[in-house]
């Protein structure tokens, strides 16, 4: 089944700390997103990116990194510098970034929770 | 710059009532429009879209539509179940923009 995985599901790191999320799709999509959730905020978008090797900051990108080395994966990094990490993190793809018909499909989510 | 905005929630309701939850936008361009919805504790599913003025989208008893006039794309369902507890997103992309804006999402309850 093609689909969007995530890693872990729980994910906890205590401050000062940096830690990577996993993001894979076999959906052979050229576009990939991470999203971060808190509660009442909806989704903002952190970072994107439409091809291999090509990425762009998003709304939120402050003490966030990403790679896209592989159009399969996109980790994220939540540095040290990110001075509120704690929320629930969800990784996205689409066929392409433009568009009308871009319907994004997500991933289960990742929760991070800093100590 | 794009916008959405939903109405103020956790709407509760009891089950075979009727659900409208009110999403309206701010947008350049001519907006695709999308209703996600979340599980606990579970990613982001795209429950319905319309891509143009007038069209209504629809899936599983759902139903929105894209009013250009009022700038709206409101959710509705004639008769909820338990299992359509959950969060609710409205979004659009927009053709000059690219990238997909989110409303602050609803929690529905819907209790037996």
């Known amino acids: 089944d093609g689909g969007i995985t995530q890693s872990p599901k729980y994910l906890f790191r205590k401050e000062g700390q940096n830690v990577t999320l996993s993001c894979e799709q076999n959906l052979n999509h050229d576009a990939m997103y991470w999203y971060r959730q808190d509660p009442g905020q909806g989704l903002r978008l952190i970072y994107y990116s439409q091809i291999v090797n090509d990425f762009q900051k998003g709304d939120i990108a402050e003490g966030y990194s990403v790679s896209r080395e592989k159009k399969e994966s996109f980790p994220l990094t939540v540095t040290s510098a990110q001075k509120n990490p704690t929320a629930f993190y969800l990784c996205?793809?689409?066929?392409?970034?433009?568009?009308?018909?871009?319907?994004?499909?997500f991933g289960p989510g990742t929760r991070l929770t800093v100590l | 710059g794009n916008s959405v905005t939903q109405m103020e929630g956790p709407v509760t309701l009891s089950e075979e009532a009727f659900l409208t939850i009110n999403c309206t936008y701010t947008?350049?361009?001519?907006?695709?429009l999308f209703w996600y919805v979340q599980y606990p504790g579970e990613g982001l599913q795209l429950l319905l879209k319309a891509t143009k003025a007038d069209d209504k989208g629809s899936n599983k008893g759902f139903e929105a539509t894209y009013r250009k006039e009022t700038t709206s794309f409101h959710l509705e369902k004639g008769s909820v179940q338990v299992s359509d507890s959950a969060v609710y997103f409205c979004a659009l992309v927009s053709t000059s923009y690219g990238k997909l804006t989110f409303g602050q999402g609803t929690i529905l309850t819907v209790h037996p």
């Open positions: 947008a350049t361009g001519y907006p695709s």
């Open positions: 996205a793809s689409s066929t392409r970034i433009a568009g009308v018909d871009n319907e994004q499909f």
